[in-house]
């Protein structure tokens, strides 16, 4: 997948766990690992929002965009 979910890196410049982290945003630590795995197909502006907020980031920070290799 070309876009790389990068909470990981961010909750470990701040020491925040995945389960502080995920009750700040609203969000289930299930939901939270299917965002740092990769395995979402889609993030709603709000939840982006929210993550941001109580990271004090930007959305650059957590979504970065990789070219696929080529066949």
Do not use: I, K
């Given at each position: 997948m070309p876009i790389i979910v990068r909470i990981d890196v961010e909750l470990a410049k701040r020491k925040m766990s995945v389960g502080e982290f995920a009750e700040r945003v609203g969000l289930t630590p299930?939901?939270?690992a299917v965002l740092k795995n990769g395995r979402a197909k889609a993030v709603r502006f709000?939840?982006?929002?929210?993550?941001?907020r109580v990271l004090g980031c930007?959305?650059?920070d957590l979504?970065?965009?990789?070219?696929?290799?080529s066949p």
């Open positions: 299930a939901n939270v709000s939840t982006l929002e929210a993550m941001c930007q959305p650059g979504l970065e965009w990789v070219e696929e290799d």
